[in-house]
């Protein structure tokens, strides 16, 4: 089992940054892609980003893309997601997920591991 956790969320104004952090613990010696999705309210749970186990090949929804980054240190069992040009349709609560898939998804499915969520707040 791979647990994970979530730091980083908070209040931010648009065009700011935030910065958030996925700590992996418990079977961390297997090879796993880190995601991360969002859940903004009355809204269903939609993909942002993913990045391959060896962090070469990372994938990003659209209303993400050229904003976000995504990146991961295995010695470190961390993930991240950089928020750049922050919207207020950025609003959300933001999951990290760990998926045995090769490569990277952006499918819920895939992932079997994921961590409770970190709120961010984009005001306009």
């Known amino acids: 089992q791979v647990q994970l956790v979530e730091s980083g969320g908070g209040l931010v104004q648009a065009g700011g940054s935030l910065r958030l952090s996925c700590a992996a613990s418990?079977?961390?010696?297997?090879?796993?892609?880190m995601g991360w999705f969002r859940q903004a309210p009355g809204k269903e749970r939609e993909f942002v980003a993913a990045?391959?186990?060896?962090?070469?090949?990372?994938f990003y929804a659209d209303s993400v893309k050229g904003r976000f980054s995504i990146s991961r240190d295995n010695a470190k069992n961390t993930a991240w997601l950089q928020m750049n040009s922050l919207r207020p349709e950025d609003t959300a609560v933001y999951y990290c997920?760990?998926?045995?898939?090769?490569?990277?998804?952006?499918?819920?499915?895939?992932?079997?591991?994921w961590g409770q969520g970190t709120q961010v707040t984009v005001s306009s």
């Open positions: 997920a760990a998926s045995y898939v090769l490569g990277t998804t952006h499918l819920q499915s895939d992932y079997a591991y």
């Open positions: 418990g079977r961390t010696s297997s090879s796993y892609a």
């Open positions: 990045i391959s186990w060896g962090g070469g090949t990372t």
